[in-house]
């Protein structure tokens, strides 16, 4: 029987068995369900083309998982944003005015509360997280897609924006900053 056909590794059934949890995943990752339903057909077609190089190192889940996490990768490398940095100072006074000289913040973090992981779980929160990246300059949002969702590196942003890692990281903090307020505002700040 060829390894193809081993429970779990038929192609066929890989559509009702790992559908929903690939769609999740991508979802996750991009704000929108056509994007995620057309990333995860891509990757059903990618691993049934590849089928017969599967090793059967790991689960089946875990290995369309890697290829849709690539998949994911790709789209946005295609994006190619072309949005300039122009549009980034705005929100750099605006950030500038946290920290005073000695880098001490002038307005401290509300207390947020509750325990992080039981936070986390909530379909909600996804939500609110989706809402802010969607409000966010695209750079800013695509960069922290890539980095806190994806597990991109340094390096590979950099390439896919042309920049250097100082301003990567200001991207990076940039976006955490503008996440932290749009989370206080909309998430902590409703008592949720």
């Known amino acids: 029987m060829p390894a193809v056909r081993k429970q779990g590794n038929d ?7 790992y559908g929903d949890a690939l769609y999740r995943y991508a979802r996750a990752r991009v704000q929108d369900s056509f ?3 057309d990333l995860v057909q891509d990757t059903l077609l990618a691993a049934y083309r590849s089928r017969k190089t599967f090793s059967g190192q790991s689960t ?6 890697g290829i849709l996490k690539h998949k994911v990768m790709d789209y946005y490398r295609k994006l190619n944003p072309e949005q300039g940095d122009e549009n980034l100072d705005i929100f750099a006074c605006s950030l500038d005015n946290l920290f005073d000289k000695k880098e ?3 307005i401290k973090p509300g207390d947020w509360g509750g325990d992080p992981k039981n936070v986390y779980e909530r379909k909600e929160l996804m939500g609110v997280i989706h809402a802010c990246l969607a409000d966010m300059p695209e750079k800013l949002s695509l960069a922290y897609t890539l980095r806190e969702m994806e597990g991109a590196t340094t390096g590979e942003i950099c390439e896919l924006f042309q920049t250097g890692k100082n301003n990567c990281w200001v991207l990076l903090y940039r976006a955490r900053m503008l996440l932290r307020r749009c989370l206080e505002v909309n998430w902590f700040g409703n008592g949720k």
């Not at 192609?11 to 068995?17: E, F, I, K, R």
């Not at 089946?60 to 998982?65: I, K």
């Open 11 to 17: 192609p066929v059934t890989w559509l009702n068995q």
């Open 35 to 37: 994007t995620a339903e």
């Open 60 to 65: 089946v889940r875990t290995w369309l998982t």
């Open 104 to 106: 001490k913040w002038k």
